[in-house]
């Protein structure tokens, strides 16, 4: 009997696509080490990932259409037909419209129903509004579509079947694959000198992470404190807004992206790790803190007290100043002690087993719906 085939979509694969491309990543090399018998095909973009996927033992075939794009939705479709996939997986909602092979998808959060915000766009409002309307058609078509869907955390799949109340049948949540940091090359300098107390933040800038309120108050919390806040993420459009909005001074630092092998050094110096975000998913940065010893500060909305647990300190994030005194009071405090670990992680083995049974339940719904 011939291997089932499986397609991942790798097209977002690695750090320089943010959190969908770390969990893409960590998730292609953990299927393929303890692959139970699969063909495995990984889709690529142009902007490679090919060498790598390869050395886990993928398949890869080039799909060199740019996510969230009219290429996506003619070409896509007809790559994967011809490929002759029993299942393509895709790792974040953006399934073409017109796919015909039986798919799996990952949810990552709802955001864009949950905080629609046209800051969140580099869009026009009418094109932003085009882009929208067909999001939430496509959304709709693919929680319909989808064999199975795949939430991260216990919060997405609740969010998802209360917006979706048909879809809690084919819902399973399985937990991000955590990698570790590579280790760190000597020849690697830190091109950076840091020389006060410093908090940090470290991500996209996108609206809903919070970043503009927590600069807003935070030149009365150096005031206050002496620590100043250094903020890791792409320098990208939404980066540039908030940099705009604060005068430059040293309680301020804009580092732009720090590599994998440095991160963890930065998150072990910070006096505190800032997660402020209105809305998260999951929240891989405070679980790569707290694993380096920094104490970690979050908001308590969406999936991070879930992801957290007693392992954070929980500050208020939609007042300015109810935020500045919180933080004022742990920073100035010092209680920077011992906290609870972070809920444990399930092991990659056991996470894949979760994912190989949904990839035979999707595989037997298919061939139910055969026959």
Not at 36 to 54: F, H, R
Not at 150 to 176: C, H, M, N
């Amino acid at each position: 009997m011939a291997k089932p085939h499986i397609v991942l979509d790798a097209r977002l694969y690695g750090p320089q696509h943010r959190g969908i491309g770390r969990y893409t990543a960590a998730l292609a090399e953990a299927i393929s080490r303890y692959n139970p018998g699969y063909e495995l095909t990984a889709l690529v973009g142009v902007d490679g990932a090919a060498q790598e996927l390869s050395k886990s033992g993928w398949h890869v075939v080039s799909a060199p259409y740019r996510p969230y794009s009219w290429q996506e939705q003619v070409f896509l479709p007809r790559l994967l037909t011809s490929l002759g996939c029993d299942l393509y997986h895709a790792p974040h909602f953006n399934v073409p419209f017109f796919c015909s092979v039986p798919f799996v998808v990952t949810i990552h959060d709802l955001i864009l129903h949950a905080l629609p915000n046209r800051r969140a766009s580099t869009y026009g409002r009418f094109y932003y509004a085009v882009k929208y309307v067909g999001y939430r058609i496509l959304f709709r078509r693919t929680m319909r579509r989808a064999r199975r869907i795949v939430a991260v955390t216990a919060f997405v799949a609740e969010d998802l079947t209360e917006r979706f109340p048909g879809v809690k049948s084919k819902v399973a949540v399985i937990g991000e694959v955590e990698s570790a940091f590579p280790a760190t090359d000597n020849a690697e300098k830190v091109p950076y000198t840091i020389s006060e107390p410093y908090a940090l933040v470290v991500g996209a800038f996108y609206p809903h992470k919070n970043i503009d309120r927590l600069v807003r108050v935070w030149g009365e919390v150096y005031r206050l404190t002496g620590v100043a806040l250094r903020l890791v993420g792409k320098q990208d459009s939404f980066a540039r807004r908030i940099k705009e909005s604060v005068a430059e001074t040293s309680a301020f630092q804009f580092m732009g992206e720090v590599s994998d092998r440095l991160l963890p050094e930065l998150y072990a110096g910070a006096k505190a790790v800032v997660v402020p975000s209105l809305y998260e998913g999951y929240g891989l940065p405070g679980r790569e803190a707290a694993k380096a010893g920094a104490l970690v500060l979050s908001s308590s909305l969406g999936a991070l007290p879930e992801v957290y647990g007693s392992a954070a300190v929980y500050i208020p994030v939609t007042d300015d100043e109810c935020m500045r005194d919180a933080l004022v009071g742990v920073l100035k405090n010092n209680q920077n002690g011992k906290r609870a670990a972070m809920p444990s992680a399930e092991t990659t083995e056991t996470l894949v087993t979760k994912w190989n049974t949904v990839y035979e339940s999707a595989l037997e719904a298919q061939h139910a719906k055969q026959e």
